[in-house]
């Protein structure tokens, strides 16, 4: 009598898909270019932008630019993580005569995007933010 073998089989587990999006809170729409990414990871948009702008409403005020990680996991269910306000945005928000930050609201906006990211207030975070600040071409008023 022949015994057959069972052969393994090694399934693979699909991994969660990663979207980054900048979207601005309470104003996130059904539309290009952001239905267009939705939809290749096939997640419906309409439902994606009704769920983002009632939360991005409580914690922030409407219009403030977010950085926004999208998992979509193999099930075809989704979320999201708010990673904290844009850096440019806070720049520019505060920049006087397109590229001229005071030196009195600086502190301010490295520690509110310090907060919104949860790092603490050290040197090298410091060096980051300025090098970020460099990088952009915004000179500091003293």
Do not use: H, W
């Amino acid at each position: 009598m022949v015994r057959e073998k069972e052969i393994p089989t090694t399934k693979t587990v699909p991994k969660p898909v990663y979207i980054r999006l900048q979207l601005a809170a309470g104003e996130a729409i059904s539309a290009p270019p952001l239905s267009a990414i939705l939809g290749q990871a096939q997640i419906n948009s309409s439902e994606f932008c009704k769920v983002f702008n009632a939360y991005s409403l409580q914690l922030f005020e409407q219009g403030v630019l977010l950085n926004i990680d999208l998992f979509k996991n193999p099930d075809n269910t989704y979320y999201f993580y708010i990673r904290g306000i844009s850096l440019p945005y806070l720049f520019f928000q505060v920049a006087n005569d397109g590229k001229y930050i005071p030196v009195e609201k600086l502190y301010d906006v490295f520690a509110l995007k310090a907060i919104t990211i949860a790092i603490p207030l050290n040197f090298s975070s410091a060096k980051l933010f300025f090098g970020a600040l460099r990088g952009m071409n915004f000179k500091i008023l003293l």
